[in-house]
């Protein structure tokens, strides 16, 4: 069955950085496109980055762009984000996603929660 | 950016009574292919979003038939024939027609 396991959250200072890695199983991960969405504590969700299969193709929100980097390494399985510049407002529980067909996010991770405080 | 507006927010609900949840969105979701990108996830306490409809209507596998996506162009609806125990959580809309892809605010459906 398909498995996304996401690691690599915890607590960093303002300006910080931290790296997430999503473990992808269950199906052939080179085969989808990924993504990443979060959602701040009692929020709601937001889209954070896509990455298309080859990683030819990379999409970031807004509030992101500039400081985070969305790659995957198809042979390892696994999906990265890397995140530079953490501000208070990064704060969140990080999902990793698999974009099914229909392009949308179909089987999530569990998550990983990301703290960005002084 | 397309904003996904949803109503109610909060939405109390007896066991075994439908419930409706409406998503409305600030541009057509129509793209160029003709296919419409509105997606209804459900989120229950604790736990990560879960897939229930794609393309407005298609239910994805094992989501119970009691759960029905709806709609077109602006305006969305997702019902739930009869609600059970096990539906309570929050429901998001989500549309991946224009770049970025923007969710709803949420919908908190609780038992009364």
């Known amino acids: 069955q398909v498995q996304l396991v996401e690691s690599g959250g915890g607590l960093v200072k303002p300006g910080g950085s931290l790296r997430l890695s999503c473990a992808a199983s269950?199906?052939?991960?080179?085969?989808?496109?990924m993504s990443w969405i979060r959602q701040a504590p009692g929020r709601g969700l937001e889209w954070v980055s896509y990455?298309?299969?080859?990683?030819?193709?990379?999409y970031y929100a807004d509030s992101v762009k500039g400081r985070f980097t969305i790659s995957r390494d198809n042979a390892k399985n696994s999906l990265y984000l890397q995140m530079n510049s953490l501000r208070a407002e990064d704060t969140a529980v990080y999902y990793c996603?698999?974009?099914?067909?229909?392009?949308?996010?179909?089987?999530w991770g569990q998550g990983t929660l990301v703290t960005v405080s002084s | 950016d397309v904003v996904m507006t949803q109503s109610p927010l909060s939405l109390p609900v007896t066991l075994g009574q439908p419930a409706s949840i409406s998503c409305r969105s600030s541009?057509?979701?129509?793209?160029?292919?003709?296919?419409?990108?509105l997606n209804w996830f459900q989120q229950r306490p604790g736990q990560s979003p879960r897939r229930l409809i794609y393309?407005?209507?298609n239910r994805d596998s094992g989501v119970p038939d009691r759960f029905s996506g709806s709609g077109s162009g602006t305006d969305f609806t997702l019902k739930i024939s009869r609600v059970e125990a096990e539906d309570v959580g929050v429901y998001y809309c989500?549309?991946?027609?224009?770049?970025?892809?923007?969710f709803g605010q949420g919908t908190k459906v609780e038992i009364k």
């Open positions: 996603a698999r974009v099914g067909y229909y392009d949308s996010p179909d089987y």
């Open positions: 989500m549309q991946g027609t224009h770049w970025p892809w923007t």
């Open positions: 990455i298309t299969s080859s990683g030819s193709i990379i």
């Open positions: 541009q057509s979701l129509v793209y160029s292919d003709g296919n419409t990108y």
């Open positions: 393309k407005v209507s």
């Open positions: 269950g199906f052939t991960f080179s085969d989808y496109y």
